[in-house]
């Protein structure tokens, strides 16, 4: 790849490390099996683990994407950015547009699910349900975006703050349940997992349902890239981030797929998955599940609070270079995009409260679509920007590998998600409406 020249310069500040992009990332990506895997298992069965690590391969492409363009385009934006230098405004604009419903999904997401393991948490300890239940579940939800808005506000190193400390506790207690607890279970229980016969075991329709939730397993790892405009020496410390969360959620993903795959998924688990693996394990199961509520609580919340930080920074750039209106770039005394932090985190709690009467199930399952249809529209972008933009042969075969597995995960996307398929549709629709509608900016 050539180096570009003209690239905007901005105002935000270099404050985070090398461990506080991996948070930023991880807490994004890595929270995503707190909630999904119950969901796949609900559908897949036996076959959880093969739906995973399918959708495991679509995100090993994607990443080492990433990892490639975000090394020599070390700038707010991500697929936005990297598709408007490769491609032009129109294609930025949507790349963009994509990104940005993926997050303000991730803000809405991350946060329900964190409620319902907080939710779980109370059930368990006090007997106190209510939170499992709209429209308390969705009430809850929304105060705790607010406060996620206002920390995002008070500064980029307070926010990472939040979930350095998160994931560093998470790492942990995945280390306790599928380490410790994984082989205290199979020592008693022994290992019988078998691939099921797809068809039979497992209705195919079933099966690639559950592929498609699984994907959302491992959405986020781009959420590195977007702030790297505010890390230390970011060439080299958002690859070394990017390639590190994309071992560990491999790691965690797998290893809770084998373990769940054990036993069947109730619809109450499905809020909660690693609460009820941690049950499983024999002696200190009991004790183990009410950590990991607590955890999941935590871990969920960094992952929305990486969403608002990726919403921010993609509304930002797209600003700078006349996407979005001005506005949108403006930066606070404590060198944050304010204006886009309130409107994103706003428009996350509208979300949350239009669907507060919908089961608790039902909501997850649709934010979840909601959340792959944005992202894989900018994991496109990327892939196609980085088969544009990079001279060697490699990268060029990378990114039309992660291209043609991005275009498969979004056929299975339009195909078995109606309801989601609509909602996506409609929001790039207004997108285009808007792009068009407003003077647009000249391709450099």
């Known amino acids: 790849m050539q180096e570009e020249e003209n690239v905007p310069q901005g105002d935000l500040r270099r404050e985070v490390s090398l461990f506080g992009a991996f948070s930023i990332g991880y807490a994004?990506?890595?929270?995503?099996?707190?909630i999904t895997l119950g969901l796949v298992a609900l559908y897949a069965g036996g076959a959880t683990p093969l739906a995973l690590i399918i959708a495991g391969i679509v995100y090993v492409l994607v990443g080492s994407v990433y990892a490639k363009l975000s090394g020599r385009y070390p700038y707010a934006?991500?697929?936005?950015?990297?598709?408007?230098?490769?491609?032009?405004?129109?294609?930025?604009?949507?790349?963009g547009w994509g990104l940005m419903l993926d997050y303000t999904i991730d803000i809405a997401l991350f946060?329900?699910?964190?409620?319902g393991y907080l939710g779980y948490l109370l059930k368990a300890t006090l007997g106190f349900g209510l939170l499992l239940v709209n429209p308390y579940y969705a009430f809850v939800s929304a105060l705790f975006v607010g406060f996620l808005g206002f920390l995002n506000i008070l500064g980029i190193r307070e926010s990472v703050?939040?979930?350095?400390?998160?994931?560093?506790?998470d790492l942990a207690?995945?280390?306790?349940?599928?380490?410790?607890?994984?082989?205290?279970?199979?020592?008693?229980?022994?290992?019988?997992?078998?691939?099921p016969s797809i068809g039979q075991d497992v209705?195919?329709?079933?099966?690639?349902?559950?592929?498609?939730?699984?994907?959302?397993?491992?959405?986020?790892v781009e959420a590195i890239s977007q702030a790297a405009e505010?890390?230390?020496?970011?060439?080299?410390?958002?690859?070394?981030?990017?390639?590190?969360?994309?071992?560990?959620?491999?790691?965690?993903?797998?290893a809770g797929a084998f373990f769940i795959a054990s036993s069947p998924v109730n619809n109450d688990e499905a809020l909660h998955p690693f609460a009820g693996l941690a049950l499983k394990v024999p002696i200190i199961g009991t004790l183990l599940a009410l950590w990991v509520g607590l955890m999941g609580f935590l871990i969920n919340l960094a992952s929305a609070n990486s969403g608002v930080?990726?919403?921010?920074?993609?509304?930002?750039?797209?600003?700078?270079?006349?996407?979005?209106?001005?506005?949108?770039?403006?930066?606070?005394?404590?060198?944050?995009p304010y204006i886009s932090i309130a409107v994103f985190t706003i428009i996350a709690t509208g979300l949350i409260i239009v669907n507060g009467f919908s089961t608790s199930l039902h909501l997850l399952e649709l934010i979840a679509s909601l959340y792959n249809f944005g992202a894989i529209v900018a994991y496109i972008y990327a892939s196609i920007s980085l088969v544009k933009l990079s001279a060697n042969k490699q990268e060029k075969l990378l990114g039309i590998l992660a291209t043609v597995a991005c275009i498969f995960m979004l056929t299975l996307l339009v195909f078995l998600h109606p309801e989601g398929r609509i909602l996506a549709l409609l929001w790039f629709l207004v997108g285009l409406t808007i792009y068009f509608l407003k003077d647009r900016p000249v391709h450099k």
């Open 28 to 34: 994004d990506v890595g929270a995503d099996i707190y």
């Open 309 to 336: 930080i990726g919403v921010s920074r993609v509304a930002y750039s797209m600003a700078r270079t006349g996407l979005l209106p001005e506005g949108f770039r403006r930066i606070s005394r404590r060198g944050v």
């Open 111 to 115: 946060v329900l699910a964190s409620v």
């Open 173 to 195: 207690t995945l280390f306790l349940v599928l380490g410790v607890g994984g082989s205290i279970y199979f020592f008693f229980n022994g290992f019988s997992w078998k691939p």
């Open 230 to 254: 505010e890390t230390s020496n970011a060439s080299k410390t958002v690859p070394k981030a990017t390639y590190l969360t994309i071992s560990l959620t491999l790691l965690v993903a797998l």
């Open 203 to 220: 209705p195919v329709g079933n099966f690639l349902y559950a592929v498609t939730i699984a994907m959302a397993s491992y959405v986020g």
């Open 77 to 95: 934006g991500g697929a936005q950015f990297y598709a408007q230098r490769a491609l032009g405004p129109m294609h930025g604009f949507i790349a």
């Open 161 to 169: 703050r939040l979930n350095k400390l998160f994931v560093a506790l």
